[in-house]
């Protein structure tokens, strides 16, 4: 159970950009979780339901509080998750459980300031400096997850018409809008960068690592790191930070919740609410800024 853990810990760092006091409370819960099982010989991977509320009474024989007891219920459910996500599960043992009631921290927001720091040409002339600059032109211009960028393949790039093809959570399909600095910054990336890092064998993938095949989630991490570094920016980033970017700049600036939510690929307009937190907090200081009674 150990090295499945440790991908999902992996997984919460790259998808989620998870701090490290966050990831450090997922991993003590999941391996008191871990230990719990092994001393009953349990394989996590084939679970009955009654297993996962067993260990929640224990929890509470063991006089955690509730709010203790709710957040491993949440790490459970959410490693249960990705386990029958990647494939190692076949069914959620936490399906029919009651959720806790719902936590949520803003995310981290980059300031325009910081995003055209992060998007200044670096390494420009070489195959991966074309190819990081259209990677990070287009997260930031379309709010795509890392998981939807690394998976693009050239057919879902139509540069003529400005929109890009998005397979999203579910396998649903959109379209999302490019805008002109991605644009460029895709075209050149395919006529200087991808045909000098394209192998032997054609790939059908649009951003290409080191050996010709596509790129990873956890190689675009490491990408984002070193230019966030180079940026000099002391937030903590992730490549959801970018997604985020996008859609509170846009709120910031007109755009409606709903469209946000369609480019986003939220099922749910709940999901994009969050945003909407934020940018009151943007009118908030502009009107303590400029109002004379403010």
Known sequence: MDSLVDRFLEHL??????????LEAYRRDLARYSAYLKGRRKRVTALDRAEVPRYLLALREAELSPRSVARHLSAIRQFHRFLVRE???????????????????????????EVDRLLVPREAKTPQGFRDRAMLELLYASGLRVSE?????????????GIVRVLGKGDKERLVPLGDAAA???????????????????????????????????????????????????????????????ATHLLERGADLRSV?????????????????????????IYDKYHPRA
């Open 261 to 285: 939510q369609l480019m986003l690929g939220h099922a749910d307009i709940g999901t994009t609410q969050i945003y909407t937190h934020l940018s009151r907090a943007h009118l908030k200081a």
């Open 13 to 22: 760092v790259v998808e989620h950009g998870l701090a490290q006091n966050s």
């Open 184 to 246: 460029e910054n895709l075209r050149a990336y395919l006529t200087h960068g991808r045909p000098r890092m394209e192998k032997r064998r054609p790939s059908p993938h649009l951003f290409l690592g080191r050996h010709g095949r596509g790129l990873t989630r956890q190689m675009f991490w490491q990408i984002l790191k070193r230019y966030v570094r180079a940026a000099g920016i002391t937030k903590s980033v992730s490549p959801h930070t970018l997604r985020h970017s996008f």
């Open 149 to 161: 960028l690394v998976g693009l393949r050239l057919a879902d790039l139509n540069l003529a018409v």
């Open 87 to 113: 494939g190692h599960a076949a069914d959620d043992p936490t399906a029919h459980l009651e959720s806790p009631r719902p936590w949520r921290r803003l995310p981290t927001v980059l300031s325009s300031d």
